[in-house]
């Protein structure tokens, strides 16, 4: 599940005229970053949402043979990001998948991330599996950082006015039944990853490269300058 319906707000005004997922990095739209990682993981089918500049999307998406794409269509509704994937289950296969922000990508290091999360996947211990970028190899991010982890792989949140090294770097792994009961309201992905933080359950993987969050104009340029450095 590649999650594409957002506004993209920061992102003006380029975002006036078209989606944040189509919004060029290095020659390659964003929405195209992402679905390469997806394939270079050997994922065969994804399901994109769209809603802003919907229009748009669905021709950008059916230009591309692979992997294999299905709309999730939330032109009447922005669901937020558990709404969007919850509105999509009809369209997802398996008890768990991958669950991507479109505007967020990495350089791998030695193997894929993807692989790595689909390694360590564990429905018995975990609610949800997130990849997570240590903001020392992140470029693009200004945040204080999202979660800190334990001494056995599970998350816990930023305290409030703390920095904590590690930020959401925009993949996850996450069970179909964690939607099971949606009521048909929108809501943040971020309910259920605090539930699973209750429970203990929240579980991270560190990212092994360079994570490029590309929040804003300026985030281009950097990211732009960290491919071509990773190129030479």
Known sequence: MVLAAG????MRPIT????????????????DHALDRLEQAGVARAVVNVH????????????RPTPQIAVSDERERLLDS???????LPLLHGDAFFVLN??????????????RLAEMWDPERMDALLLVAALTSSVGFDGAGDFAFTTDGRLSRRPERQVTPFAYAGAA????????????????LNRLWNAAIERDRL??????????HVGDPA???EAERAIALSAA
């Open 7 to 10: 506004l993209g707000t920061r």
């Open 16 to 31: 006036d005229t078209r989606p944040k997922p189509l919004v060029n990095v290095s020659g390659r739209a964003l929405i």
């Open 52 to 63: 802003h500049h919907a229009d748009q999307m669905e021709a950008h998406l059916t230009a």
């Open 82 to 88: 558990g709404g969007g994937v919850a509105n999509a």
């Open 102 to 115: 479109a505007d967020t990508f990495w350089i791998d290091g030695a193997r894929s991330n993807l692989r």
């Open 173 to 188: 792994i996450m069970p179909r039944s964690a939607f099971a009961d949606w009521d048909g309201a929108p809501f943040s």
């Open 203 to 212: 579980h991270g993987l560190r990212l092994d490269g360079l994570w490029l």
């Open 219 to 221: 985030a281009i340029t």
